[in-house]
């Protein structure tokens, strides 16, 4: 609980840069004529940016905790259990246009991540530079994707 709370109060000082500093500054006008509105729309935005940051960075040590008593010990399927429930969590909080930008954003790591799985298990051969065509592939997709 020590890590959730230090992390919540480490978020909610960087998304008062990212959302309320550049409401009251660039839409003080709109903020004067229409204030509870925007100022809803502003907390909204803040909350729900608060809510992933501290679900996706706390909740994977928290759950891995969990995952490893449950299972006895910490092995792959109990990291991925956490790490995927922590994601899950996290998104579900953000609206839908954040998601898809979250889900590029993530989308060459989960490729990577998937890449470097599949030679750790000896499924693909370990070609020497391939890890740059998996990245150049990646990105291609955020291009395909993001039109």
């Known amino acids: 609980m020590l890590k959730f709370t230090s992390i919540l109060k480490t978020s909610l ?3 008062v840069v990212i959302h309320i500093l550049p409401t009251l500054i660039f839409r003080y006008k709109q ?3 229409d204030p509870i509105p925007t100022f809803k729309k502003m907390m909204s935005s803040y909350a729900r940016s608060v809510a992933f940051l501290t679900l996706a960075c706390s909740l994977p040590p928290i759950l891995l ?3 490893t008593r449950l299972y006895g010990s910490t092995n792959r ?3 991925m ?3 995927t429930l922590a994601a899950v969590s996290g998104t579900i909080c953000e609206s839908d246009h954040r998601r898809r930008e979250i889900g590029l954003f993530m ?3 989960a490729i990577a991540a998937v890449y470097s799985a599949l030679i750790s298990r000896g499924i693909i051969p370990d070609v020497k530079n391939l890890e740059t065509v998996v990245l150049i592939i990646a990105i291609g997709l955020i291009g395909v994707a993001s039109n």
């Open 81 to 83: 259990m956490a790490v």
């Open 31 to 33: 903020l004067k004529k």
């Open 65 to 67: 905790c969990y995952c």
């Open 77 to 79: 399927v109990s990291s």
């Open 107 to 109: 989308l060459p790591k």
């Open 13 to 15: 000082k960087v998304y």
